[in-house]
């Protein structure tokens, strides 16, 4: 059993969920927000799914990334979609991020007992512009300029802090971003499979073509 820094006691099993697999990348930049994910989701050594999309739609400007269980994660999405949907009905406005984020910390929050297996990411544009969150399965929220998680994270951190600077561009975010998870795809065995990137700016929510991928990097 492992003692958690919230005072609760987690287990083996449960740490290593936390820890295996994936890397997801975001990056605040002046103009928008870059999320991007590898593909791959893994069970121990078993790749169970080589193409699976790890960053989730939750409105016209605003997206989350997810790591650790699957179904935790798009329970999550799928209550983030709702409530966001919702406000936009009710307020005739799109949700605020900072909302969204508080929003997700209470759903972790309340599943303290039983917690969800996820660590996500929830950026996007809004009349405050850009904006970025780091979510984790306790519900703690931090607001970050850049962030990466998963198993991968240790690698894309390397890259990220050598070339993270506060004037960037989505369109040099995004670059940094790619680099970021092909070099952990290349040193972590949890990370793998291609790479999906979107950017969020005041044109909305934009995922980029495989295409479009291939221009910037090489996959």
């Known amino acids: 059993m492992i003692l958690s820094l919230t005072g609760v006691f987690l287990s083996n099993n449960v740490e290593e969920k936390i820890l295996h697999g994936t890397t997801t ?6 103009d928008g927000v870059v999320l991007c994910a590898d593909m791959r989701a893994s069970a121990g050594y078993f790749i169970a799914n ?6 989730q739609k939750i409105d016209d400007h605003a997206a989350m ?8 994660a798009q329970n999550i999405t799928d209550i983030l979609k709702y409530h966001a949907n919702l406000h936009r009905i009710q307020k005739q406005e799109p949700i605020p991020i900072k909302s969204l984020t508080r929003l997700t910390s209470l759903i972790f929050q309340q599943n303290r007992g039983y917690p969800f297996i ?26 970050k300029t850049y962030v990466t998680t998963g198993s991968g994270s240790p ?7 050598e070339e993270y600077h506060k004037d960037l561009s989505v369109e040099d975010a995004k670059v940094i971003a790619l680099r970021a998870v092909k070099a952990a795809i290349i040193r972590n065995i949890g990370t793998g499979d291609g790479i999906n ?11 980029l073509s495989k295409e479009q991928k291939k221009a910037i990097i090489a996959l």
Do not use: H, W
């Open 65 to 72: 990334t997810m790591a650790g269980g699957v179904a935790d």
């Open 197 to 207: 990137i979107s950017i969020i700016n005041k044109n909305g929510f934009r995922l």
């Open 118 to 143: 996820a660590d996500i990411l929830v950026g996007g544009y809004d009349k405050q512009g850009p904006a970025l969150y780091n979510i984790d399965m306790f519900g703690s929220a931090e607001e």
């Open 155 to 161: 690698v894309a951190y390397g890259l990220l802090e």
């Open 50 to 55: 080589n193409n699976t999309m790890k960053i």
């Open 25 to 30: 990348v975001g990056i605040k930049a002046k």
